[in-house]
């Protein structure tokens, strides 16, 4: 059974930093696009980033370039987004997600085929 479990979310300060992790079961993960959405409360879903199955490629949102890095470990089947200078506006649940069909990263959430059950940040002002 597939599975993409994300986890690193938690209630930090502004300025600070977490570091999520997306862990992919089921499927061998390392020929395919993967990307960060996230969903705030009362708002639709956004891209934050993305990148290719071999890391080589990145795209980020404007929002969050030069404060995020998104990164993967094809070895462990986990892709990461490392979170600086965290701000209040970046309070939301963040989602990772694969597109089967793509080596390269989108920023179009219709694109990503599978998605985990998110997992919650809070960045306090």
């Known amino acids: 059974q597939v599975q993409l479990v994300e986890s690193g979310g938690g209630l930090v300060q502004a300025g600070g930093s977490l570091r999520l992790s997306c862990a992919a079961s089921?499927?061998?993960?390392?020929?395919?696009?993967m990307g960060w959405f996230r969903q705030a409360p009362g708002k639709e879903r956004e891209f934050v980033a993305a990148?290719?199955?071999?890391?080589?490629?990145?795209y980020y949102a404007d929002s969050v370039k030069g404060r995020f890095t998104i990164s993967r470990d094809n070895a462990k089947n986990t892709v990461y987004l490392q979170m600086n200078s965290l701000k209040p506006e970046d309070t939301a649940v963040y989602y990772c997600?694969?597109?089967?069909?793509?080596?390269?990263?989108?920023?179009?959430?219709?694109?990503?085929?599978?998605w985990g059950q998110g997992t919650q940040v809070t960045v306090s002002s």
């Open positions: 990148i290719s199955w071999n890391g080589a490629s990145t």
């Open positions: 089921g499927r061998t993960f390392s020929s395919y696009a």
């Open positions: 997600a694969v597109d089967w069909d793509s080596y390269s990263p989108s920023r179009f959430s219709y694109r990503y085929d599978y």
